[in-house]
Nanobody
Framework: QVRLVESGGALVQAGGSLRLSCAASGRIFSINGRGWYRQAPGKQRELVARITSGSSPEYGDPAKGRFTISGDNAKLTVYLKMNSLKPEDTGVYYC?????????WGQGTQVTVSS
């Protein structure tokens, strides 16, 4: 059984920073493509960032220039450092590890950015 445990979400003021963490356990077969998605109230879930098999991670437009994704392959972890947070970054952030058909998802961690 695969389990993803996320942490690090919090209430923060605009301009602040947070670091999200995700640790996976269980039968994980693929670590390339693991990353973070978010869902704001009334909106669809969107990509924030993910680690790829290439040299550079993939970032969603809202994350470019402000967020940095990293991870430890051996420990099955993935982290998201978020700087210069904006109120529009508010949402539930989900960790994802790729797997057929829809991947493994964490329970989500709430990030709230106040103006």
């Amino acid at each position: 059984q695969v389990r993803l445990v996320e942490s690090g979400g919090a209430l923060v003021q605009a301009g602040g920073s947070l670091r999200l963490s995700c640790a996976a356990s269980g039968r994980i077969f693929s670590i390339n493509g693991r990353g973070w998605y978010r869902q704001a109230p009334g909106k669809q879930r969107e990509l924030v960032a993910r680690i790829t098999s290439g040299s550079s991670p993939e970032y969603g437009d809202p994350a470019k220039g402000r967020f940095t994704i990293s991870g430890d392959n051996a420990k099955l972890t993935v982290y998201l450092k978020m700087n210069s947070l904006k109120p529009e970054d508010t949402g539930v952030y989900y960790c994802n590890f790729p797997a057929f058909p829809s991947g493994f998802w964490g329970q989500g961690t709430q990030v709230t950015v106040s103006s």
